[in-house]
């Protein structure tokens, strides 16, 4: 059911060798055609503005990343072609035997790896088991899986068979944290792991990212670490009381991304034109004392942001709110070029910006520059 293989599969100058490396994947029939059927693929790895981290060892914790500079916000730390893209659920052809017929299959595509690279593969945590170090090591890859989303794919698999796992050399080594500076997207037209920061980080500063759910309460995600074999001393997990507070109130003002209450403020007179604004500020202030800027709910309420400051026909607060929207959502979308980082680090929203991230991957909620026509509708109908 499942075909090995390895992408990119011919290098740009027929050399032999990709200058970004290549990858070892386990896919199922289909998917390969369609990755290399994008204009232009492999487009080429982005890079970071300058050198930002190292490996170093850790006190009873194996090894992680530091950064080795001041690192801005949605900067790119770093980016590198996964050692090996695999399924993230397996559907064996003998499920009595499915562990074994899947660390066989895993054996074979790592087998296909340079012996550097299998070196590297085999050092990460998770062995003996070879597919227990993907597992323990892998990244959803949703970029990859927004570009497997058409309707002819999806009538031979599923979602759950088409969701697929990416191991890094250098990214698997970030450690996790409940309270992450940095997230990682898996950019399908380059075929890259990013590593993004997500808040501003210090020099010598450990990288951190989150390997589950941020938004659940404590218990429920100890739980969901449970496989990694560790127990997170973030801040939220040692005043898991305090954490958990600040969660189930950041909850209580999900209200606000209906859209029957922006509309009724907007039609409304009778309501104070900070009616909407206040709280989404307090709930966003709350949200970065819990470093959850990588979370969608963040996103959605930095979009319901731009509504509000549209509708106010606020034109400074609108730019400088798209600005934020806009950085907020490359760890979902992918930094591409070094000029779009250096905006993004500058931080201020300008039409090339904006025209930039209208070629990016759409995500659902999204409402994205001065040219979208939820904001050409919206725009001064409070004013």
Known sequence: MYEICTIPDTPPDFSGVHPDGVTQCILLPGMKEIILSQSGFPNPVAHPLAPAHRIASMPGAGLGMFATRQIKSHELIHSERPLLVSPAKYTPQDRDRAQE?????????????????????????GGPSLRGIAENNGFDAQGILALLSRPEFF???????????????LISRANHSCQPNAAVYVDASTFALQLIATRDIAADEQITVPY????????????????????CTCP?????????????????????????????????PALPDDH???????????????SLQDTLNYMRFVEKLVDVYAALGNQKKFKECVG?????????VGIMHTEAQQTLVNRDA?????????????????????????????WGSRA
Request: hydrophobic share 35%; aromatic share 8%.
């Open 212 to 231: 589950c759910d941020l938004m659940p309460l404590h218990a429920e995600r100890k739980k969901k670490l449970e496989p990694y074999g560790f127990t």
């Open 350 to 378: 300008n039409p090339a910006q904006i025209a930039y991230m209208q070629t990016r991957p759409k995500l659902p909620t999204c409402n994205i520059g001065t040219n979208n026509p939820s904001h050409a509708g919206n």
């Open 101 to 125: 017929e899947w660390d066989k299959m895993t054996a074979r595509a790592v087998m296909h790896m340079t012996q550097a690279d299998q070196e590297d593969f085999s050092a990460l945590n």
């Open 276 to 290: 909407l604004e206040v709280p989404l500020l307090v709930v966003l202030a709350l949200m970065r004392e819990e």
């Open 155 to 169: 009538l031979r698999y599923t979602p759950e068979q088409c969701s697929l796992l990416a191991t890094g050399k």
């Open 324 to 332: 934020w929207n806009i950085a907020v959502r490359m760890s979902k």
């Open 236 to 268: 939220s997990c040692t005043d898991p009381a305090l954490s958990d507070e600040r969660r189930r109130v950041i909850g209580s003002y999900e209200y606000l991304l209906a859209d029957d209450i922006f509309k009724k403020w907007v039609k409304d």
